[in-house]
């Protein structure tokens, strides 16, 4: 009886506290580790296509369908054990893998296997890829690349015909009209489609770790992720991230903002206001005005969603599950769910509760 | 890195040798002069002279109208649509198409007609009313199968050239976008009930070196327009038309299975080739590998595949063999259900499988291609591309009950009459292969093959591009046949055919024939032959004197200095540094360069996979040219030159 008044209690005040906080998402984690099937726990991507979602994992890609993993391995042709970025080509439903040994296609079980040796790609390491049309867009540890997939030509974008000083690229988010890339290093790089014109966008602070000028440019030049959704460029980098409209920048530091950590791995955005940012303390989420942590504690390990309004106050909300591990890699979307690729395992997302901004935009539509 | 000698002999022995050789040039330019230059053949029929140049219609498809009342013919080489009554056989009317037409397919409604030209790179669409062409639309590399879906919103074609098959609005010809499909994209075919359409390939999809060939059919689903299965073809090479029965539960393949791990002197043994049949669907459960093969003859080159309406017979053209072999259906299930299957799932071995449902050989003419049926499925008609007629088989007595002639002269030239020996088995021992069995359509089979006069399991050798050949002699990767006459005569009889030799005519058109064969347009060259940007600075790298450092690269160690010429051969042996353990010699013939993006794998034994890796794995000490020097992106550039020779 005690522990039912406790709970209830507890509930309670949750549910004050809650009231008191910005309504935010609210997921159920389920998570996936080799106890469940996945080949490892270390998830460096996740990709979602319907109902099939792939795992790239430091040993191998799974593929999850009708409750079931199965693995594709260097024996079915992959190019390399560690899956690090995975995209999907919508048209085709051929899945692409950057691997720590190449780039690989995956189209209806036939795996084809691009390396520096085989083909024009640049590097082996390939940490990021992204499907436009025709072409595909690489990531690699020596320089970008596209691959045009009616005439085979291999495209190399290196620090002799780009602005890039560093030549390790971390990142790429390709659509019909920009091209972006995180340099390690180097920024922000600008594909102009149209104009085939390259663009660079800098810390203006330069190397050093201080933010003198926090909003007038790039919050940093060691870039590890890039996402360009709706106009709207959204960069992730060890020390903080950017968003960019085409003319103002706003930064995001962990001081400031709900962000819980500045160190980002990856982000991901949903719309021109909304975006998720995968750190190594959490997943955040951030509605265009507000935040959500979601992790386990990092001091006791128990789950953890925190709140942060606009004012800046943080409030907790009791859950009972939280993604697998609070080093997250990688997220997607799978309508109202969300996937991540955490180091100790892949997490579901499965929606409990809607936010405010979710619901005003459903009703908008 | 200096790989030839010069000798500089300067006295009258020097002189009086360069006469001996200028004389025994001569003597041996007209020697070979029959062969290479023949005089315009005789006409079989009355001796007339023929020009050399004359067009056949060769028929290659048909198709009959969805009401039954129209037999249409795909012409390839005079690059027509013969339309026929179907009933009289009154030829109706002739649609010229575009340059080299290879497949052909009506709309569901049947009032359009869809012609791919394949060496254009248009869809031809011609109205069934009108018997006109009424829009030509873009479309991949070499469009070879095309289909139509049944909702009339969609048009697929099977590209060769780009492995892949588009996907265009049937109302605009507007590509949508491409699906991965097998290496050599070419035969299209769409499920009875319209939601599966199954793509199958001539040349194998890449894999490790001397392994088994592995094909595949790849199935798209209709309605969504991506590739949801992939069937595995294990030790395929080579797959042709497909064929259903007409409730979907019997799907059949015609295919090669080459012996290339082999020593081809063991074709007395077991063959070079299987020629089989892979039937998949819910009669037989997992695909299973049937042989079209007999004890004594062999049913070289499978084309076209048609199961009866009934289902009773199943069909399957025989180009090498000039015949049509009809198998009873049920006595073929009957077979994959009573005898246990083989753990690979293949009968092909089994050269005593096809009595038990082969039923008979139909002969009919020249190189047998495509094939369809009445409406009715009593009448098959069959497309002899090298007769220039359509058999039309009554299959309820299976003989040839009549015979369409086309419009093309009956009169062979010595052309034609070659292009039969190179497409005709009956050379060789028990009619196993002819040329065509490895030159699939006159180009090549993306295989490495192990030629017995070399010794066994020595001297193992990629098969070469066989297009624009005049003056690209000496041939065979060491150089050993100095001319075409030897390359296919003694060296063909003895060596491949185990059988009969050719007399000197068959012998001459052959050569005639084969020295003939054109080049296919290059689809990485520009209109105008511009160059783009990483093509003309490929081209500056493949010319360049001196590396990157500023050394001078030795003449002999440029590209130019090998390749050489418009076709990229100074026609001379080199050994340029990729010998491996099995070869006699390093000593290699410099291979032409013609559509060089075309013909992986690569090197004189198919050793390197792609063209990078010629550069990348296989020249570690700069021996095969300069490279070492280059940038990753500078050796791109090289390859984009390249791919535009």
Same mark, same amino acid.
């Given at each position: 009886m005690k522990k039912i008044v406790t709970i209830a209690l507890f509930l309670a005040a949750s549910g004050l506290a809650l009231a008191a906080a910005p309504r935010m998402p609210l997921y159920r984690f389920e998570n996936f580790t080799t106890a469940n099937g996945l080949p490892d726990n270390h998830v460096y991507s996740v990709l979602v296509d319907g109902d099939r979602i792939w795992a790239g994992t430091e040993n191998g890609l799974a593929l999850y369908e009708n409750h079931q993993w199965k693995t594709y391995t260097t024996k079915d042709g992959l190019a390399h054990r560690a899956v690090l970025s995975l995209a999907l080509d919508k048209r085709t439903g051929d899945v692409w893998a950057g691997t720590m040994g190449g780039l690989s296609r995956v189209s209806a079980g036939l795996i084809v296997s691009y390396t520096q040796l085989n083909s024009g790609l640049s590097n082996d390491v390939v940490y990021g890829?992204?499907?436009? $049309?025709?072409?595909?867009?690489?990531?690699?540890?020596?320089?970008?690349?596209?691959?045009?997939l009616h005439t085979g030509q291999w495209s190399l974008y290196n620090e002799r015909n780009t602005p890039m000083v560093e030549i390790w690229v971390y990142g790429v988010s390709a659509t019909t009209s920009k091209v972006y890339f995180a340099v390690w290093g180097s920024g922000i790089l600008e594909y102009d489609q149209k104009t085939g014109r390259w663009d660079k966008y800098e810390d203006p602070d330069g190397e050093?770790?201080?933010?003198?000028?926090?909003? &007038?440019g790039l919050i940093h030049?060691?870039?590890?992720?890039?996402?360009?959704? =709706?106009?709207?460029?959204?960069?992730?980098?060890?020390?903080? =991230?950017?968003?960019?409209?085409?003319?103002?920048?706003?930064?995001?530091?962990?001081?400031?903002?709900?962000?819980?950590?500045?160190?980002?791995?990856? +982000?991901k955005g949903v719309d021109a206001k909304r975006a998720w940012f995968c750190t190594d303390k959490g997943l955040a989420y951030y509605d265009g005005v507000n935040w959500a942590v979601y992790r386990p504690s990092l001091k006791d390990g128990k789950p953890e969603m925190t709140v942060r309004d606009a004012q800046g106050k943080i409030t907790p909300v009791a859950v009972t599950t939280a993604p697998a591990h609070n080093y997250i890699l990688g997220i997607d979307f799978s309508g109202s769910d969300i996937w991540v690729a955490t180091a100790r395992g892949l997490s579901h997302g499965i929606l409990q509760q809607q936010g405010n901004s979710e619901m005003n935009k459903e009703k908008s539509r | 890195m200096r790989r030839l000698s010069w000798s500089r002999g300067d006295n009258g022995w020097g002189v009086a040798a360069a006469l001996l050789a200028v004389a025994g040039a001569l003597l041996f330019g007209l020697a070979l002069w029959p062969a290479l230059n023949p005089p315009a053949h005789a006409d079989e029929d009355d001796n007339a002279v023929l020009p050399r140049d004359i067009k056949?219609?060769?028929?290659?498809?048909?198709?009959?109208?969805?009401?039954?009342?129209?037999?249409?013919?795909?012409? &390839?080489?005079?690059?027509?649509?013969?339309?026929?009554?179907?009933?009289?056989?009154?030829?109706?009317?002739?649609?010229?198409?575009?340059?080299?037409?290879?497949?052909?397919?009506?709309?569901?409604?049947?009032?359009? %007609?869809y012609v791919t030209n394949s060496w254009e790179d248009t869809l031809s669409v011609i109205d069934t009313q009108t018997l006109a062409v009424?829009?030509?639309?873009?479309?991949?590399?070499?469009?070879?199968?095309?289909?139509?879906?049944?909702? $009339?919103?969609?048009?697929?074609?099977?590209?060769?050239?780009?492995?892949?098959?588009?996907?265009?609005?049937?109302?605009?010809?507007?590509?949508?976008?491409? %699906?991965?499909? $097998?290496?050599?994209?070419?035969?299209?075919?769409?499920?009875?009930?319209?939601?599966? +359409?199954?793509?199958?390939?001539?040349?194998?999809n890449p894999s490790?070196?001397?392994?088994?060939?592995?094909?595949?059919?790849?199935?798209?689903?209709?309605?969504?327009?991506?590739?949801?299965?992939?069937?595995?073809?294990?030790?395929?090479?080579?797959?042709?038309?497909?064929?259903?029965?007409?409730?979907?539960?019997?799907?059949?393949?015609?295919?090669?299975?080459?012996?290339n791990l082999v020593p081809l002197a063991h074709l007395e043994h077991s063959g070079a080739f299987a020629y089989t049949l892979t039937l998949f669907g819910e009669d037989v459960g997992k695909?299973?590998?049937?042989?079209?093969?007999?004890?004594? &003859?062999?049913?070289?080159?499978?084309?076209g595949v048609a199961i009866a309406p009934d289902k009773s017979r199943l069909y399957v053209t025989i180009g090498g063999s000039e015949c049509v072999i009809a198998i009873d259906v049920q006595r073929l299930l009957h077979f994959v259900h009573a005898r246990p299957r083989p753990e690979d799932g293949s009968y092909a071995r089994d050269l005593s499988a096809s009595a038990n449902y082969v039923t008979t050989r139909i002969p009919v003419?020249?190189?047998?291609?495509?094939?369809?049926?009445?409406?009715?499925?009593?009448?098959?008609?069959?497309?002899?591309?090298?007769?220039?007629?359509?058999?039309?088989?009554?299959?309820?007595?299976?003989?040839?009950?009549?015979?369409?002639?086309?419009? $093309?002269?009956?009169?062979?030239?010595?052309?034609?009459?070659?292009?039969?020996?190179?497409?005709?088995?009956?050379?060789?021992?028990?009619? &196993?292969?002819?040329?065509?069995?490895?030159?699939?359509?006159?180009?090549?089979?993306?295989?490495?093959?192990?030629?017995?006069?070399?010794?066994?399991?020595? =001297?193992?050798?990629d098969n070469r591009l066989i297009e624009d050949l005049r003056g690209t002699e000496p041939y065979k990767w060491n150089g050993g046949n100095p001319n075409i006459p030897t390359e296919c005569g003694p060296r063909t009889e003895k060596y491949f055919w185990r059988s009969e030799n050719y007399n000197d005519l068959t012998l001459a058109d052959l050569s005639f024939y084969v020295l003939q064969i054109p080049s296919r347009p290059n689809r990485w060259k520009l209109p105008g032959y511009e160059l783009t940007e990483a093509q003309r600075r490929g081209k500056a790298i493949f010319e360049r004197e001196v590396d990157k450092f500023g050394k001078p690269i030795p003449f002999t160690n440029r590209c130019v200095f090998c390749h050489s010429e418009k076709k990229g051969t100074n026609q001379r042996s080199f050994d340029v540094g990729t010998r491996k353990l099995t070869d006699n010699s390093g000593l290699l013939d410099t291979p032409q360069l013609l559509n060089i993006a075309l013909t992986a794998p690569y090197l004189h034994d198919g050793s390197a996979r792609t063209l990078e890796e010629i550069w990348t794995v296989f020249n570690p000490e700069d021996k095969h040219g300069r490279t070492n020097d280059l940038t990753k992106d500078e050796l791109n550039d090289l390859i984009e030159y390249l791919r535009t020779r």
């Open positions: 890829v992204s499907v436009e $049309g025709e072409n595909v867009w690489v990531a690699t540890a020596a320089g970008a690349c596209r691959l045009d050093t770790e201080m933010v003198l000028f926090k909003d &007038q030049e060691i870039t590890t992720s890039v996402s360009y959704v =709706d106009n709207i460029l959204w960069a992730a980098t060890y020390f903080g =991230d950017s968003r960019y409209d085409g003319r103002y920048w706003h930064n995001f530091l962990a001081k400031d903002s709900g962000l819980p950590s500045n160190f980002t791995n990856a +982000i | 056949y219609d060769s028929p290659l498809e048909v198709v009959v109208s969805h009401d039954g009342a129209r037999l249409y013919v795909l012409c &390839q080489q005079s690059e027509t649509v013969r339309v026929f009554d179907a009933a009289s056989y009154a030829p109706i009317k002739t649609i010229p198409v575009g340059r080299v037409p290879r497949g052909m397919a009506l709309s569901a409604s049947g009032d359009r %007609l009424v829009a030509t639309w873009n479309v991949g590399a070499e469009p070879s199968g095309v289909v139509a879906d049944r909702a $009339g919103e969609r048009i697929f074609v099977a590209n060769r050239i780009s492995n892949d098959v588009a996907v265009l609005d049937a109302h605009t010809g507007v590509e949508e976008k491409r %699906l991965l499909a $097998g290496r050599g994209a070419s035969y299209l075919t769409m499920s009875p009930d319209g939601s599966r +359409i199954y793509c199958t390939h001539v040349y194998p490790p070196h001397r392994t088994e060939p592995e094909s595949e059919i790849t199935v798209i689903d209709t309605n969504r327009a991506v590739v949801i299965d992939r069937i595995p073809l294990h030790s395929i090479a080579g797959v042709f038309h497909l064929a259903f029965s007409a409730d979907g539960r019997l799907g059949a393949v015609a295919e090669y299975h080459p012996k695909p299973v590998e049937v042989p079209l093969d007999e004890m004594e &003859q062999y049913a070289s080159q499978p084309f003419g020249h190189n047998p291609r495509g094939v369809s049926f009445s409406r009715d499925g009593r009448r098959l008609f069959v497309a002899n591309r090298l007769e220039d007629t359509i058999s039309v088989i009554d299959t309820r007595t299976n003989r040839v009950a009549a015979t369409i002639p086309l419009t $093309g002269p009956h009169a062979i030239s010595a052309r034609r009459s070659g292009e039969r020996t190179f497409y005709s088995a009956r050379f060789s021992f028990q009619g &196993q292969i002819s040329c065509s069995s490895c030159h699939i359509d006159s180009t090549f089979d993306g295989l490495t093959w192990d030629l017995e006069p070399d010794g066994f399991g020595r =001297d193992i050798v």
